[in-house]
């Protein structure tokens, strides 16, 4: 198997100690980061001439940056990727180079369906602030509404159901396996009317809840965002927080940022639910998984 010529991550990776001393089978030469770059043109001094880059989420790779870095034909994302709409990689032009890049997916779930699980029956039970509905209550009978189905949203569909919970989503189209399940398809806003609580399980940058869908939500509901950037525009969610209402996130990107995080109604602890030590396992295994299979198909060619 061929090896890169040199390896630089450029931050820290969260893969394993391991993982991270086995990357020298990869590369003749292994560069290691344990800060983030602050900028594109520090995130390309740190790349220099190497054919071969690892990032996590909390930097850019854009076309600025790469166009500085002319030896590039391999980014392994340590995170995940569903699209290039939504990477922190600006894959159009990688691609446009030649440049291979791998992400990966379904890592830090388990996490986040414990962490979501926790804080509702927290915040139902009302332990340590009043109960929501007045009384001590179960995420039995709720009405849990999922705002996209993928890995995450499927599995704290799953949850609620395992509760007690009844379960409606919205997703980009209607699925055969949740309807399987008895999880009922709803159009976004009535959705939102629905239900008791809603989790916003979408990918990055996306944004489905404008002004029409927080008129249709309402008040006196709680929300969870799961995923590493809003799903709803600044101005209206400012707005529906200020009622009676409730928000849930786990990063500070999730929450919009730190004009939110005194609010008294927004619960955002400020660190990623997803990332335990199970989670830099799965992490470690699957950038290892990618790194090893391109190189294997260097190696054919």
Known sequence: MRKFRKLVAIEPVNMVNEAVDGLADFADEVVTYDDIPGNGQEAARRIGDADAVLLSFTSRLTAETLERCENVKYIGMCCSLYSPESANVDIRYAESRGICVTGIRDYGDEGVIEYVVSELARCLHGFGREPWFGSPSEITGLKAGILGLGKSGGMIADAMKFFGAEVRYFARSEKAWAKEKGYEFSPIGDLLEWSDVVFCCLNRNTVLIH????????GHKIMFNTGLSPAWDEEPFARWLDGDNVCYCDTVGAAGGERFLEHPHMHCMGVSSGITRQAYRRLSEKV???????LEREWEN
């Open 211 to 218: 002004e029409e869908e927080f008129a249709r939500l309402g």
């Open 288 to 294: 290892t998984a990618n790194i090893r299979a391109f």
